[in-house]
């Protein structure tokens, strides 16, 4: 199982950014997919998830209208779509998946597969 996450980089504030999850080793349509990110010196918070049937679970209140999320199955990835950049988005951003039964998890500690970070930079 792996979980590869792309398309971070320097963007300035109300700017927009997409970020790419390739997955391999499991089938992705049977199978939810959450974002997550971790800021310098703060503790990692999760974002939103989409689950098997493509419904939307918002983990953080603050992306609301702002981040939204996407899956293309046949091609093995979930996209993180972030647009109206603020500078609190400044983070390593995370996927991961809890290889359950396709509902994105309410507990953290269910996701059990994570991909490595890409780093996201918004700063003028």
């Known amino acids: 199982v792996q979980l590869q996450a792309s398309g971070g980089g320097l963007v300035e504030p109300g700017g927009s950014l997409r970020l790419s999850c390739v997955v391999s080793?499991?089938?992705?349509?049977?199978?939810?997919i959450g974002w997550f990110r971790q800021a310098s010196g703060k503790e990692r918070e999760g974002i939103l998830c989409?689950?098997?049937?493509?419904?939307?679970?918002y983990y953080k209140d603050s992306v609301k209208g702002r981040f939204t999320i996407s899956r293309d199955n046949a091609k093995n990835t979930v996209y993180l779509h972030m647009n109206s950049l603020r500078r609190e988005d400044t983070a390593v951003y995370y996927c991961?998946?809890?290889?359950?039964?396709?509902?994105?998890?309410?507990?953290?500690?269910?996701?059990?597969?994570w991909g490595q970070g890409t780093q996201v930079t918004v700063s003028s």
């Open positions: 080793g499991f089938i992705l349509d049977y199978y939810a």
């Open positions: 991961a998946t809890d290889l359950g039964y396709g509902n994105c998890p309410q507990d953290f500690d269910e996701y059990q597969s």
């Open positions: 989409i689950s098997k049937g493509n419904d939307i679970t």
